[in-house]
């Protein structure tokens, strides 16, 4: 059994940010429920994978109730940057989604990270019900928190410490 489940029915908001100086950032998800508010450390990867299956998911959705109107993916950037307390529950390890037409909301569904499978039906297990602007803005938002990171080096392709960046394009071999 979980070691506790919580459900956001329905989130006021949800997003995605990250805290902390490029190359040491922690992302985040969090989503608002009156007062109460719920986050959940992500890894910068989960949220472009999150992103990517989000407009995956909402395509498909487009083609199976092709009377929806278009989810918008507008957002005001002051709202979305993530606000205190930023006391995560826990550090994600599955993401997934899932619709319900009746009420027409996505469900982001986050089970935490365990250390083995026999620890799995113990994970804890957060589920936010979004409307699809929410999760549309969320997943847009949370493309450009992934690409506000550190710069990309142009001869190699990999990200540039502030410290100093060893190229391997320049050394002509890749350690």
């Known amino acids: 059994m979980a070691r506790f489940e919580l459900e956001l029915d329905p989130v006021d908001h949800i997003t995605a940010d990250a805290i902390g100086k490029p190359g040491q950032r922690v992302f985040y998800i969090q989503a608002r429920q009156g007062e109460r508010i719920v986050t959940v450390i992500i890894e910068k990867f989960q949220l472009q994978s999150l992103a990517v299956g989000v407009e995956q998911f909402l395509a498909e959705i487009a083609e199976r109730f092709p009377d929806l109107p278009e989810a918008s993916a507008e957002y005001d950037e002051e709202r979305m940057h993530i606000h205190p307390p930023v006391e995560p529950l826990f550090r994600a390890g599955e993401i997934g989604l899932g619709y319900e ?31 699809r602007d929410q999760i549309r803005a969320m997943a847009h938002w949370g493309i450009e928190v992934a690409q506000r990171g550190r710069p990309i080096c142009p001869q190699c392709g990999q990200p540039m410490d502030p410290e100093g960046h060893f190229c391997p394009r320049k050394n002509g071999h890749k350690h």
């Open 101 to 131: 037409r009746e009420r027409d909301r996505i469900l982001l569904t986050v089970r935490e990270l365990v250390e083995s499978e026999e620890e799995t039906e113990e994970a804890a297990i957060v589920r936010f019900w979004c409307t």
